[in-house]
């Protein structure tokens, strides 16, 4: 409990209307999980509006409330504020005692990768000792706890009631993905960042931030805005990543695999049977977080696949260097690390051919996928990919571009498309405008196309075609979820 007076301090007031010596219990900003005592935060959203829903949360009990225009016919306490957004991320820190500044947080951003970087930072942490938390796509983890993720970054008062628990737990390392939508709605907003990474950029989430500008002004803000205690891990390959390099007050870190001019470099990198084999060079000494660091190098070898697995690696690498952990346990982790679902994941490796299943979702994921394959060994490549649905005509011509630039290549002529019709559901369908699109495209690139409607034929039609020591490629989102389980059944049907 505490007293609203002090929590008023957390925040910019505009004007008070009522008494403000109440005592709250709690803060709420669904009117459905308001309580007794608890101050009621009218968030104003994307698609609804806060303000509607207090009338409900001081039926429930709300005692108090965050408002950015006065509501009338309410006896309560109402504090104005200009964004109530703000707000509730400022009021969720104190009320919790601004538990993210007890415990070492690294913020991961990215458009690929977050949640691979993520786990395999969390990976090393533990091996190393530590007692963890883990914020992402996939989980909240709670020390030995996990609950299963509603959103990438949670609401800032969620997060704020989870890095509680962490802390009351005693967790010492916590890592985090941060979304876009999460630093441009403030839901990070009061979280005290030891480390925070930005390993790449390319063009998602277009349409929910109204332009590529905005969505990188959202994504380097987890940059420009980190402290000067924190340390930045910026890639040097990535001309977004690299351009923040002095946009923030944060010690800067660099790292490359085609870049030397770093801290961090990825020598002699192997990637011929698709998993990574390379040597991490320290190539500059330097002090961070209290420990000097001197030029050197250690073996590294992945057990998970691809050329964006390489930079996931040199990030999570750097993150557990940062916080002591040795060479050695780095070393031992990833050499074991089972990989995240989807991502570039080896579903099938047989005498006779390999079938690799990939989160095929923006130009700069298929970029860095099909770039992998031309470290590969292999005999004939077969790409079976799944149109976009309810993502418009944009997002699908720039993915068909970036699919259509590495046709040549790849030595490919030919593409397995399918609209996955009744593997989606209604938000993922695939519409006309979509479809032509992309076939527009590649007609344009001379590019023939097998589309089928159905994921199971698609998939039928790359098994037909496959010989010994070829590859098939599972490109897609939501459209291609469930290809793994049709491939491998196809597959076991062939064997039988």
């Not at 068909?400 to 399918?418: K, P």
């Not at 695939?430 to 998939?459: G, S, W």
Request: net charge negative; with cysteine.
């Amino acid at each position: 409990m505490m007293k609203l007076t002090k929590l008023m301090q957390a925040i910019d007031v505009l004007e008070t209307r009522g008494e403000k010596e109440t005592t709250i219990t709690g803060i709420s900003f669904h009117s459905g999980r308001a309580a007794e005592g608890h101050l009621f935060v009218c968030v104003t959203g994307y698609k609804t509006d806060g303000h509607k829903y207090l009338a409900q949360a001081v039926q429930n009990g709300a005692s108090a409330a965050i408002v950015e225009t006065f509501q009338d016919g309410f006896d309560i306490p109402q504090i104005r504020v200009p964004n109530s957004r703000i707000a509730l991320a400022r009021l969720g820190a104190a009320f919790y005692g601004h538990p993210s500044e007890n415990m070492t947080m690294i913020g991961i951003t990215a458009t690929n990768g977050k949640t691979t970087t993520s786990y395999m930072t969390n990976a090393m942490l533990e091996n190393h000792g530590y007692k963890t938390g883990l914020i992402g796509t996939v989980v909240i983890k709670i020390d030995d706890t996990s609950i299963p993720a509603q959103l990438t970054t949670p609401e800032s008062l969620d997060l704020q009631h989870y890095l509680w628990q962490m802390e009351n737990r005693g967790v010492s390392h916590v890592t985090m993905e941060v979304s876009s939508a999460a630093l441009e709605t403030h839901r990070v907003e009061t979280v005290d960042y030891d480390i925070v990474t930005f390993n790449n950029l390319s063009r998602e989430h277009i349409d929910s931030h109204g332009s590529f500008e905005r969505y990188f002004e959202a994504k380097s803000s987890l940059i420009r805005n980190a402290s000067e205690k924190s340390v930045a891990v910026l890639n040097l390959d990535d001309e977004y990543s690299a351009s923040l390099a002095g946009e923030t007050k944060a010690q800067v870190l660099t790292f490359g695999v085609r870049s030397r001019e770093g801290h961090f470099y990825c020598k002699d990198l192997d990637l011929s049977t698709g998993r990574g084999k390379y040597k991490f060079e320290i190539r500059k000494a330097f002090e961070a977080r209290g420990v000097e660091f001197e030029p050197g190098e250690f073996e590294v070898e992945l057990s998970v696949p691809g050329l964006h697995s390489v930079y996931n690696s040199m990030v999570a690498i750097i993150n557990a260097l940062l916080c002591g952990v040795s060479p050695a346990t780095i070393q031992r982790t990833l050499r074991t690390f089972p990989g995240v679902e989807r991502r570039f994941q080896f579903i099938y490796e047989g005498e006779d051919f390999s079938i690799i299943d990939d989160h095929f979702a923006n130009p700069g994921n298929i970029n860095v996928t099909l770039e992998t394959l031309k470290f590969m060994d292999y005999e004939k490549l077969h790409l079976v990919y799944a149109i976009r649905g309810e993502r418009g005509p944009t997002v699908n011509r720039e993915n068909a571009e970036a699919i259509a630039d590495w046709m040549a290549r790849l030595e490919l002529d030919e593409i397995i498309a399918t609209k996955s019709v009744s593997h989606v559901t209604s938000k993922d369908r695939v519409t006309d405008e979509e479809a032509r699109v992309f076939l527009e495209t590649m007609e344009k690139a001379n590019i023939r196309v097998r589309l089928f409607d159905e994921l199971p034929d698609a998939i039928a039609e790359a098994l037909s075609r496959v010989g010994q020591g070829d590859l098939i490629l599972l490109g897609g989102c939501q459209g291609m979820d469930p290809a793994a389980e049709i491939a491998l059944g196809m597959v076991r049907e062939r064997v039988v």
